[in-house]
């Protein structure tokens, strides 16, 4: 219970001291603080830790009634004071209110200060993030600018190599049909030589004979068949280069289709704005590496795909090459041998024309000499054998001897 006109922190109700005018007062100075507590106002946490100066005085200088000196216990208030005497034991004196007000002004201008400070280092801080945002934004449309730019480079590559292989592609499929529908085409002289050698096996007696223009028939037939095995043999390597070259075209149009994927979204990336539409926010994605190259290696894909479809091509200008050297070299090589078979043939049959227009001329006065009738000298009968006949005859079996 407190008593009227008295304080908690009074002296008489501390501890007991002597009473002395000669000791020197033991008053506790404020502590001020200058930092903000948010839960105290300032200057009313400290109103406790000192005490009324005007009734401590008052209060140490108290005369004992009865043995007439200092009192040396701690006296007891009355129950009752007088209304005089109350007005001297008020709690705090001007001095201690104007301190008060000064104390809530210095913590009123600390907290002010201490706010200033705080919303100066806010927008520094603000400042500082949208500036360091602002540069790396920056440089991200940058980095941004340069992957396209990239994927830009290596898409007009893999078009124009993409676009050669196909020409390729049609020139090697135009070359193949060509060596096909020549191995067909020689199925005709082939079988019109093969046809002349059956023919010929129809010849009899002494006119079968091995000469020149069945050399040249079976030469012939032999080169032909050779012309065909190696036009097909040829079309056979030119349809698995083809096969290849569609491997290098799947490649590329799988590799400009990746291009054409990652274009879109760096686009799509690059033309976002701070205030564009649709913008989400997805905690934690920067830490997801989804990524299975570096900029080198994504690089090195493409090149190695280009250089692949460059060496199909190579291969098929290689085979083009061979296939027209061999097309000259074939022609003229069944040309040259169609000539010799002809001259062959013209030779055997101007031969063939000499002895039959000299068997021709012999039978021709064979049969004059049968024509005319010569009578046997002998016994003047008719015969109609030749005069070599009709020696032989009249010497050794004609009935006249």
Known sequence: MEFLGTTQNASYCGPRKTCS???????????MQECYQPYYLPGYRYLNTWRPSLFHKVSTAQICPEEGATCQGVQKPPTILPSLRAGLFCRYSPHDWDRSHEMQMRGAEASRLWAGRLIGDSMRLMQDKDQLTHQMQEGTCRNLGQRLSDIGFWKSELNYELERLLNENRGLDAIRKRLECAADEVNCPLQVALECLYHREKRIGIDLVHDNVEKNLIQEVDLLKCCQEQMRKLAQRIEIQMRDNRDAQHALERDLEDKNSAQFIDEKCFNLRNTSDCISFFHGVEKVDGTISVPETWAKFSNDNIRHSQNMRANSIRLQEEAKNLFETLSDQMWKQFTNTNLAFNARISEVTDVKNKLQMQLAKVSKREASQDRCPLCHT????????QHLAMLSAHPCH
């Open 382 to 389: 008719l015969t109609f054998l030749p005069w070599s006949q």
């Open 21 to 31: 005018f000669n000791e020197p007062l033991d008053v506790q100075a404020p502590v």
